[in-house]
T-cell receptor
């Protein structure tokens, strides 16, 4: 059974204080690993897709990396508007659009 | 390009009633997936439709059902509502270009269902 574990559950940072969020996963054949951002009362907003170990992607202050067992979301010099819940999900190989399996998320608060 | 839209945004029902939620995918997207999000369980997959056919189904009771129309719009229905069905129901659409096995799922804002 595919599983995703995210840590920490919650993270409180001062503005400008860089940190990393962790996503550990087990999957029977990785098709893709996804990062989403979710604001309260809204649907998840797509950030990145990673397909194979060693891959990295960047967007503004965010950088996602992938190994065979985990992914990291690095946040450099965060701002208060980066406060949100960050969700990690894996998709396994199979026929059709196989479902995403999500972790419980990391709730990030950035204090000015 | 308009995003995924879901209606209604909020619903309040009582136990035993049934409810229908609607999802309009991004124009051109043919795959629609439904997820349930609760504080305790997080996001859990309900089912996925492509070309009006259900291709994948999560581990939910038969009270949860869905369908997809020829224009790719989708509905999900929950019959005989229980208190535990209170959740945010999210719809996600993806394009699924020919030959590609992976395609990003874009989520709508969700429908907040409260069962009293």
């Amino acid at each position: 059974e595919d599983q995703v574990t995210q840590s920490p559950e919650a993270l409180r940072l001062q503005e400008g204080e860089s940190s990393s969020l962790n996503c550990s996963y087990t999957v029977s054949g990785l098709r893709g690993l996804f990062w989403y951002r979710q604001d309260p009362g809204k649907g998840p907003e797509f950030l990145f897709t990673l397909y194979s170990a060693g891959e990295e992607k960047e967007k503004e202050r965010l950088k996602a990396t992938l190994t065979k067992k985990e992914s990291f979301l690095h946040i450099t010099a965060p701002k208060p508007e980066d406060s949100a819940t960050y969700l990690c999900a894996v998709q396994s190989r199979g026929s059709g659009n196989t479902p995403l399996v999500f972790g419980k998320g990391t709730r990030l608060s950035v204090i000015a | 390009k308009a995003g995924v839209t879901q209606t209604p945004r909020y619903l309040i029902k009582t136990r035993g009633q049934q409810v229908t939620l609607s999802c309009s995918p991004i124009s051109g997207h043919r795959s629609v997936s439904w997820y349930q999000q609760t504080p305790g369980q997080g996001l859990q997959f309900l089912f996925e439709y492509f070309s009006e056919t259900q291709r994948n189904k999560g581990n939910f009771p038969g009270r949860f059902s869905g369908r997809q129309f020829s224009n790719s719009r989708s509905e999900m229905n929950v019959s005989t509502l229980e208190l535990g069905d209170s959740a945010l129901y999210l719809c996600a659409s993806s394009f699924l270009a020919g030959g590609r096995s992976t395609d990003t799922q874009y989520f709508g804002p969700g429908t907040r269902l409260t069962v009293l």
